[in-house]
């Protein structure tokens, strides 16, 4: 096999930790803070959506009180 041959090996080393390297830098300063902030944005939407919902809840909860009242 090629790529276990002893001459080759210290080459394919080399290439290996420039890839390793080049690729983290990529994914540390292009993907990794994209995906930080689609994270972000969606647990502020989820946290504007429960807030939204506890709020349409009160409404709701004071609909039925004064409707039962209304009955009583």
């Known amino acids: 096999m090629p790529q276990l041959e002893l001459h080759d090996f210290a080459p394919q080393l080399i290439w290996l930790v420039i890839s390793f390297v080049t690729l983290y830098l990529i ?4 993907a990794l803070p994209r995906i930080a902030n689609v994270l972000e944005e969606r647990r502020d939407r989820i946290a504007s959506d429960l807030d939204k919902a506890e ?4 409404k709701t909860d004071e609909a039925i009180a004064a ?3 209304s009955l009583a």
Not at 27 to 30: D, F, N, P
Not at 55 to 58: P, S, T
């Open 27 to 30: 994914m540390a300063r292009v």
């Open 55 to 58: 709020q349409l809840k009160r």
């Open 67 to 69: 409707y039962e009242e």
